[in-house]
């Protein structure tokens, strides 16, 4: 979705408020995976055989991993290893996340404000529904990648939400903003940690008029991961309408799917105003064109 | 000298105890340079270029470190990485470095039983003489790789030494062991490190009539690394008498070089009884008629 943006808006107006409740400590290192995945996407660097980490990786630091019998299911190629060493070295010195993620960024040209939401440690919980597992609950990348998200889940926790404030950008982004956007993520486990850090649901509620969120759930189905099913176990309609319900407190306008167009109508039903596009952003042209929708959801002005 | 030990003893009758003080915190990573040379060595995986690391490197994550302006002035390579790595993960799952070690010697089919000194905290702190850095400490790997020991070194002490136990089978090992080998190794930044780890050097004593050591300084000079410059340093006598003055107390044989042979009488006054052979491992042949000479100092018992 940033880089949809990226085409109608010049970067140095973009800033990304990421979520860290996918971060993890591995191997002594402190791993940012989606503050990372959005620097490398934009650094044009991204690996794209896997959709994470960098291309042109190898492999040896895992496989001697590997050797000794060590943990192996977080894949962590040589070079994006450098970052997670250059981010844990930081953190040891004193230095917060936001500016570690700064420099990181910079180092890439990444050219947008990207800005974790937290300094303060905060992780994304998952405890599990179904057989043996029932009632445990593991880290989000142990549900993630671990498992392959192939697990049935009783309910989502955010540890350390209570005590996690936002970045020192962060809540003046949402004021100054002319226009936030809710990418197309995982309300539950990509969107809601957000929300989760203290203050920033309430500026989200302050800033609803200027906020349009852009449903990650086409025809009843996920465009990636398992939004889908992760909104349906945890008791929500896996659906535009179950989306609009779940933003309706902090988004203005909805935008759902062509695919969705018959559902527009309950979507407004849930306080909150829809717009109908093309919203798959592998085919080519909609980025551009979903990016407008978003800064000018009821069309150019006159 | 343990590989050359082993052309002349079975490796499961060898035990050796490693200097911890060389280890450091870098990049998040639990580094230990001196049991990882000795477990790369016998594995015949050393770096024949370097002396330190893994053969057949690759050195993408140092690159990522670069670009983002990170510490690169200590070199990790991929593979080697990933023993650090496997290291810190499990120390911080609560493993004691004695077991990690075991796990990666295991790893190599190292053969031997490698043990460091101590589990607990020790590190080897450099003083300057000199210049604007005089009174400046820092650690070991500072000393020796940043400055590349080129910096003139007033004192050197053992932080966490008080509080440093021995690893669970290290004075074990001292009793019962048939012939103690003290390496040509520094004694004072690699041997009296070991010595400071509480109740060692007493062990050592007590077992001096079974300990041999071979001396670092051929001809007045260092066989590598900074020992001479080092010993003058700090108020000793840079040749065979400067060592057999600093292992009197612990070993009853000095092994020294035909280079050194007319200074053996000096050695005998300071209580050591001098050896003199072949001891430049470099030179073919050697290593297996020194490994036999410091086994049976005296000769081949009838």
Redesign the interface.
């Known amino acids: 979705m940033i880089a949809a943006l990226l085409q109608v808006v010049p970067a140095d107006r973009v800033t990304a408020i990421a979520n860290v409740g996918d971060d993890l400590?591995?191997?002594?290192?402190?791993i940012s995976p989606d503050l990372d995945t959005i620097t490398y996407t934009l650094a044009g660097e991204i690996n794209p055989e896997t959709g994470w980490g960098l291309r042109g990786?190898?492999w040896?630091?895992?496989?001697?991993?590997r050797?000794?019998?060590?943990?192996d299911w977080f894949g962590l190629?040589?070079?994006?290893?450098?970052?997670?060493?250059?981010r844990?070295?930081?953190m040891?010195e004193g230095a917060q996340l936001t500016n570690v993620t700064a420099?990181?960024a910079t180092?890439w040209t990444v050219g947008i404000r990207l800005l974790p939401v937290t300094d303060d440690r905060l992780r994304t919980m998952v405890t599990l529904a179904e057989g043996d597992d029932a009632g445990r609950e593991i880290s989000f990348q142990e549900y993630f990648v671990q498992r392959r998200h192939d697990v049935a889940v009783r309910s989502v926790r955010f540890e350390g939400a209570d005590k996690a404030y936002p970045g020192p950008e962060v809540l003046a982004a949402v004021e100054n903003a002319d226009r936030i956007v809710i990418a197309p993520s995982n309300p539950a486990v990509s969107i809601d940690p957000v929300l989760a850090v203290r203050g920033v649901r309430q500026h989200l509620e302050a800033a609803r008029h200027r906020s349009v969120a852009v449903s990650p759930i086409v025809a009843g189905a996920a465009l990636k991961g398992p939004a889908a099913r992760l909104m349906e176990e945890l008791g929500h309609e896996p659906s535009v309408v179950g989306v609009a319900r779940w933003y309706a407190p902090i988004a203005a306008t909805l935008v759902i799917d062509e695919a969705d167009a018959d559902l527009a109508e309950s979507v407004a039903a849930e306080g909150i105003q829809p717009v109908v596009t093309r919203t798959i952003m592998s085919q080519p042209g909609v980025a551009a064109s979903l990016a407008r929708v978003v800064l000018e959801p009821n069309g150019p002005q006159p």
Chains 1, 2 share one sequence.
Not at 25 to 30: A, I, M, N, T, W
């Open positions: 400590e591995l191997h002594g290192l402190h990786e190898s040896q630091a895992m496989e001697s991993v050797r000794y019998g060590g943990i190629g040589d070079r994006d290893i450098g970052t997670h060493l250059y844990t070295q930081r040891a420099e990181i180092a």
